[in-house]
């Protein structure tokens, strides 16, 4: 299994960002998929969810109304579009699988190296 | 939303001494419908990802060693390492998945020699 992520960089606020995530190694169209980030020396943050169809999706508070997950199976990739950064979400994004019973996600399995997105003027 | 609690923040343990890292949950996290523990511990070392493992409280992932045990019911938690290694020096996580979303974290335990 490899999650590649890639797109992070310096982005002013109020401004956008697409990352995305390479899958690779699993058959990517029966797992559901997550973005986690991590802000600089601190702890795990859940961002955002998409179930293996894309039939549900579901996102942090902090987050909803400015992210927007999708996916595409045909070409194993997973995105995260961000607008509207802030300051806050300043953080190594993760692109990670999880382990989906029903139609919610529950612990993680596999996890990418991460993509650092920094938001500063 | 379920709040995770870890404790202590950081912890330093002698090689081959046996670690304790707690957890609390702010709600049950069993479900009496199949009696499990929505509960998973991660590992992630300096500069590294975090890495599964143990889920569903007390089922270890699959090349996790067996010095690696979880235990606990209900609210209360415990992520035991039975003889301290070098190579796990690393901070540690516990996620509740029994409400999810949004699912949570702990705040972390950083582990050190």
């Known amino acids: 299994v490899q999650l590649v992520e890639s797109g992070g960089g310096l982005v002013k606020p109020g401004g956008s960002l697409r990352l995305s995530c390479a899958a690779s190694?699993?058959?990517?169209?029966?797992?559901?998929m997550n973005w986690v980030r991590q802000a600089p020396g601190k702890g795990l943050e859940w961002v955002s969810s998409?179930?293996?169809?894309?039939?549900?999706?579901y996102y942090a508070d902090s987050v909803e109304g400015r992210f927007s997950i999708s996916r595409d199976n045909g070409k194993n990739s997973l995105y995260l579009q961000m607008n509207s950064l802030r300051a806050e979400d300043t953080a190594v994004y993760y692109c990670?699988?999880?382990?989906?019973?029903?139609?919610?996600?529950?612990?993680?399995?596999?996890w990418g190296q991460g993509t650092l997105v920094t938001v500063s003027s | 939303d379920i709040v995770m609690t870890q404790s202590p923040d950081s912890l330093a343990v002698s090689l081959g001494e046996r670690a304790t890292i707690n957890c609390k949950s702010s709600?049950?996290?069993?479900?009496?419908?199949?009696?499990?523990?929505?509960l998973s511990w991660y590992q992630q070392k300096p500069g590294q990802p975090p890495k599964l493992l143990i889920y569903?409280?007390?089922t270890r992932e699959s090349g996790v060693p067996d010095r690696f045990s979880g235990s606990g019911s209900g609210t209360d938690f415990t992520l035991t390492i039975s003889s301290l290694q070098a190579e796990d020096v690393a901070v540690y996580y516990c996620?509740?998945?029994?409400?999810?979303?949004?699912?949570?974290f702990g705040q972390g335990t950083r582990l050190e020699i």
């Open positions: 990670v699988r999880d382990v989906t019973i029903g139609t919610t996600p529950y612990y993680f399995d596999y």
């Open positions: 190694g699993f058959t990517f169209s029966n797992y559901g």
């Open positions: 998409i179930s293996s169809s894309s039939s549900y999706v």
């Open positions: 709600q049950t996290v069993l479900h009496i419908y199949n009696n499990k523990n929505y």
């Open positions: 569903w409280a007390s």
């Open positions: 996620q509740q998945y029994y409400r999810s979303p949004p699912i949570t």
